[in-house]
């Protein structure tokens, strides 16, 4: 690999560890507010409503100018959601505006990987990428977890800049200023992002237009046999993950009768699975082979069920992590084989706008569910069991369907041999 695609990993590594820092601060501040607890999963809903909301735009967006540049505004809106925060917006509002500018930053981040690799590089560039990336979601909610710890937070604060006053005072407001430093770190690295030269289409100003154009996309990775097997693997894993998270955390509370603090190290656990895998599926699995993985992904359905019967610490971490290494090792060959396709029929940028419209809009769906169960009262363990069915017999579907498409691919061969 080259000095260009270790300036693409470092960008989003920073980035990355910026937004799962500021989720965990960002529920601390909510936890202060005494707001309702069905507020900290709707944290990630607002994020993820730009995704779906924009979908339509962002790609066009993106395959407008340099994706560089791209990351480098993207990262400019997280600043300034962070600010609002800083501000003392309200945190579910201010997540929103970081949420727009990571729904502008994902098209140019993936797609840069198309236009700057060859397509037999693509699921190493995504192992790196997806291990790089949950590395960061290691070290995010670590270090997240760290600062609100007393201890840490009244130390860092007793810490004086000498001849500047910087006015920072407050718990949140010494986290979001570290986290706001982190996305500037992202800023700066996007300024050295190499141009792949691909050629850019003007960004058509008729939202009717692009509208019109993303819903054909929409529908024509849908069609493709190989597109929506992938399309329905990885939207489900992104919705899947994105609840496991606050999953953990109540689960940690009733199960393992620890803070907000170690609950986010547990999440940290998850992700060193995930990163695991992730590197093993590079290693071991190339493109051709990818549909392969997919039993994993019922692997990590029934893994999640096992939370249920778990009440100490040296059973629940190794657990974690198996959960992850299954997710890891499922979702990067298909999310590699997904782009690959994406860029055939309709270029880098649409194919990741379209990709991310349909992984979001299942995060919105799922984590909505689970704040409305846990609204309801459901015991924690109701909802573990019903989401790790859910998960095992949906990739159970998935798999069905792909045999099913696999079963008309060799009929249509048989008969063109026999026509010849």
Known sequence: ??????????????????????????????RDMQAPSEYAPLLKTFFTVSYVALAAFVGAFADSMPKGRVMFISNAIKIFGCLLMFLDVHPLLAYSVVGLGAAAYSPAKYGILTEYLPHRLLVVANGWIEGLTVMAIILGVVLGGALIRPDVASSLLAFDCPIITTGIDTIPEMNLTIVGLLYLTAAIFNLYVPNTGVDHKPLKKNPIYLLHEFNHCLALLWRDKLGQISLAVTTLFWGAGATLQFIVIEWAKAALNIDLSKASMLQGVVAVGVAIGAILAARLISMRKSVRVIPLGMAMGIGVIGMIFVRDMWLAVPLLVLIGVFSGFFVVPMNALLQHRGHILMGAGHSIAVQNFNENLSILIMTGLYSALIKANLSIYWIIALFGLFVAGTMFLVKKRHEMNQREFDSVAELDDLKH
């Open 1 to 30: 690999m080259s000095l260009g695609f270790y300036i693409i990993m470092a960008a989003q590594f920073f980035s990355a560890l910026a937004d799962n820092a500021l989720l965990i601060a960002a529920i601390a501040i909510l």
